[in-house]
């Protein structure tokens, strides 16, 4: 807590020598509030909108904050409660991180306590974490989505053999077959509570279905044109079987 309190003095340039004690002590209330409220909204994991909701609400945070009084509810807004977490920079509070992980993690001597009541030193050779609710990029798996994602695969995939030299006859361009296959999904997507959904989905799966295989054979196509035909192209070796393994990998699920 001293040390927090010797932070924003150094940051701001001031001599507590040269200031009254009523100013000195006025300076370490507030810097006090500021730890406090930053560890109890940190602990809370709230905005400072949040968090000032909940510190009006809350007789404990009151009491933690050193807010209370008898007769009337009184605390800080959001734009003080910001204010409270610049008042010290984030370099000065990685040094008192730093500090206070190297005295936890100090040896203790014989006679001696661990600090902050603990039993033994902490240990900074192992490491923790906690990866259970990191949310996974992924979607569902389901029937036309992932008709999409092949679409979207094989057409990004022909559409750079194309434009490295090698073109095969096409109706349209890939970039035309990835928009028909999105109007779909988005079609596909507005009939979750429409009447006759069921019928409706079925009936645009099977236009989806029909779209993957014309986009596939077209795939095919230039697939075989870059295996047979890569010299004639600025594509290197590894940039082509690149493009060879993503669009392989799609087709042999295709079938």
């Known amino acids: 807590m001293r040390l927090f309190f010797r932070r924003p003095f150094a940051i701001r340039g001031i001599d507590p020598s040269k200031r009254t ?72 509070m990685q040094a008192i991180n730093d500090q ?65 030299g090698l073109k095969e006859r096409m109706p349209q361009s890939p970039e035309d077959f990835m928009r028909d296959m999105n109007t779909l999904c988005m079609a596909m997507a507005a009939q979750r509570r429409q009447k006759d959904s069921k019928k409706q989905r079925k009936r645009i799966l099977r236009s989806m279905k029909k779209l993957a295989k014309r986009v596939g054979t077209h795939a095919q196509a230039h697939l075989a044109a870059l295996q047979t035909r890569r010299e004639e192209t600025g594509l290197s070796t590894g940039q082509a079987r690149v493009i060879e393994a993503h669009m392989s990998s799609v087709i042999e699920q295709r079938h």
Do not use: Y
């Open 21 to 92: 004690a009523k100013q000195n002590a006025r300076f370490a209330r507030f810097s006090a509030l500021c730890l406090r409220a930053n560890v109890a909204r940190m602990l809370l994991g709230l905005a400072h909108r949040e968090f000032c909701v909940r510190l009006a609400d809350s007789a404990l945070l009151q009491w933690l904050l050193h807010l209370g009084e008898v007769d009337s509810v009184k605390v800080f807004a959001k734009s003080t409660s910001h204010r409270f977490e610049r008042w010290v920079k984030p370099e000065s």
């Open 100 to 164: 206070l992980i190297a005295l936890c993690a100090a040896p203790v001597r014989l006679g001696q306590s661990a600090p902050f009541g603990l039993q033994d030193p902490v240990r900074c050779d192992d490491a923790f974490f906690d990866t259970t609710v990191v949310k996974a990029p992924i979607h569902f798996p389901t029937d036309w989505v992932l008709l999409r994602d092949a679409t979207r695969t094989l057409m990004k995939a022909t559409l750079c053999i194309r434009r490295a």
